[in-house]
Every structure is written in C-alpha cells, then in structure tokens.
C-alpha cells in the first residue's frame, strides 16, 4: 500500500520568514503553517506578503497560512524591540483606521463596519494593556487581528493607510529600522494633518478649489525621489494627478468635503481621545517620538509627505492634503 505525504511549509521566525514562506507557498501552490516567535508585525494571518520590489516596499497577492501556532512563552520572552516595534505597527491602525473613513466619505469607497470595530478594539485592548503583563498576549493577538481583517476584506486597507505609506517611502530611502518602528513614527506626524484638518474652516476648503498642481514639477520630484522605479510611479499616477486640476473633479470633491465635514471631524475628535494614552505608551516604551531620533534628516523626512500618495493608490489624508494643496502648510508645521 502507498503511503500518501503531504507536502507542507512551516515557517519559524518573524516578519521577514513570514512572508517569504507566504509568497513562496502561493506560488507553489503548498499550503504553509507559522510559528511566530516574536509580536513584530501584523502579516502573519495576512493573504498579502509585502515584498520589496524594485527597492519599493509592494504588498502582494500571496496567501494566508492554514494555521498560526501560538507559544505564550516563545512571545512573552520575544526581544524587547520587537515587542516595540509590533507595537508601533499596531498603532499605525489608529490613522489607517481614519483614512478608511475618510475615503468613504469622499470616494465612496465601501467600508466594514465590523471590522473598523475589530481594529479598533484591538489597538484600544493593546494601548491599554502597556503596563500589564497582558501586554505581549494581547499585541499579538490584536496584530494576527488585524491580519485576519486584511483577509476578510480582501485588502490591506484596514491595517494600512498613510503611515505605512510613509514608512515605504523612508524604507526606499534607506532609512534602516524595524518596518513598526517607522510606522508608529509616520502615525504621530499624521495625527498632526488630522489635528490640521480638524482646524479647518469650510470657507478655507472653499478657497481651494483654485489650486493646481504643477504637473511639470510634481514629475521632476517622481523622477528625484523614485530614482530606481519613477517610471511605474508616474505611469500610474499620472491620470490621477491630472485629474486634480481638473475643474468638475474639483468642485465636486470641495462639494463633498464641505457637506461631510462635520462627519468627519466628529470621527476625528473621538479617535484623538486616546492622543494622550498614545503618547504616554511610547515614552513608557522608551520609543522613538521624533524623525530626528532615527536619523531622518530635514528635507527627506518633509517631501515624504508630498511624495506618499504615489506610491499607493489608496485615498487618504495625504491624498486630500494634496488635492487641497496644504500638505506643505502642515509639514511646515513640524
Ligand atoms: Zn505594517
């Protein structure tokens, strides 16, 4: 009689291992388990694996283990940094968990409201457990959380929005540090456009409609600051960017920003109660609060905010600080 065997891979290790045995199982079509051994990242039960591509950071279509064993032990006695920098991840939810909101108002872009609530709790579970020994049980649990959610929904849209865009852009500059750590970098500075966009009066987004966008420069800077991948960048933002300047396009989004703004402004007032808490959990974590901590300097860390919106194609906050023009007015701000 034949013996049947299975063929299986087993990945032990972090984000890094994670992704490699997710994609290289989707492409050979062999079902995969993980052992995570450290709460560093929110892929693990993700369906994409974020993949380095033409130096880009790109997220992929891959797919999700068949299961994820869990050693409290392995994870509470995990190195501090990597605690930290899961943490920071997780924490990136706050202004992902914003951008998808603000998306829906104004692009109709469909949204989950069950899984917005996930999100969101686990963060909450997470920011509030940062002194408890349920801390590192309950990290991981909100990043395999998060995974799960990117998988229901298809996308990584619930756990990714313009902190990680950020993150991609300092990672493409060679800006070396843990893909958390730079995410709960890029969520503070991006809390500050929502702080900007909650000062806002309606008059001022009337006064926009305006604005245009130098096409000519906005290539230059594409062709600068995408040295080794400007050509895919502008080829796949170059209808968008156009359409920017476009006149119909333009009254109809300040129309729609004018009618939500009180929506959204609410959705932004009660998720910036927990400002305080966030703040107080990065220094209790001895963490990172400024670019200059990571050696970022100035002018890259100041055309990161211009230069996001390209890399994804993914509205959020920098998308409508762009169309606004007032991306500059805040990052003058730093
Ligand atoms: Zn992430």
Redesign the pocket.
Known sequence: MRQATMIFFVGVGSGTISDITRYTAYKLKIPFILFPTAPS???FTSSGA?LTIDNLKTTVAAKAPEAVFIDNEVIDNAPLTLKKAGFR?LM?KITAFLDWQLSHFLTGEKIDLDVLETVKNTYLKTLYAIETKEFSKNLLEGLIISGLMMTKVGSSRP??GSE?HI?HFLEYHGVKTY??IK?GLATLYILRFYKHFLSLSKDEILGMIHYTLDIDAWQDLMRRYFKFAYESVIRANLERVNRLNDKTFREELIKKLVEKKDSIDKIIYETLTIYKDLIHAYRFLDMPMHYRDLGIDDALFFIAFTCAPNIRDRFTILHLYEFLGLTQDVVNSF
Do not use: F, L
């Open positions: 990242m929110d892929g974020a991840d990136g756990a990714s990680h993150s893909h958390g995410v």
